[in-house]
Nanobody
Framework: QVQLVESGGDLVQPGGSLRLSCAASGSIANIYVMGWYRQAPGKERELVAAITSGGRTNYADSVKGRFTISKDNAKNTVSLQMNSLKPEDTAVYYC???????????WGQGTQVTVSS
């Protein structure tokens, strides 16, 4: 069992930056990949960025060049640095952790990011 707690969501103006953090606890040795997903009102949840235990990263096309995912193994955290934010980035952002073959997946409670002037 893995527990995830997100933080860092806020209201920011277009062009601004935010950093989201996700703290993992529990059976963290079994985590293969951690990622950030987002869900805007009326839309499906979508993958934003992911990072494997080996450090391989994957990004949605819409955030490439603007967002950076990173992990701190010593602190058991995964962060998402978001730059050049756009109104269309407004959503609830969720942290996810999953096993290698998808045997289990855990979600955080979500953190709201609002990009508006």
């Amino acid at each position: 069992q893995v527990q995830l707690v997100e933080s860092g969501g806020d209201l920011v103006q277009p062009g601004g930056s935010l950093r989201l953090s996700c703290a993992a606890s529990g059976s963290i040795a079994n985590i293969y990949v951690m990622g950030w997903y987002r869900q805007a009102p009326g839309k499906e949840r979508e993958l934003v960025a992911a990072i494997t235990s080996g450090g391989r990263t994957n990004y949605a096309d819409s955030v490439k060049g603007r967002f950076t995912i990173s992990k701190d193994n010593a602190k058991n955290t995964v962060s998402l640095q978001m730059n050049s934010l756009k109104p269309e980035d407004t959503a609830v952002y969720y942290c996810n952790a999953a096993a290698l073959y998808g045997q289990w997946s855990s979600w955080g409670q979500g953190t709201q990011v609002t990009v508006s002037s």
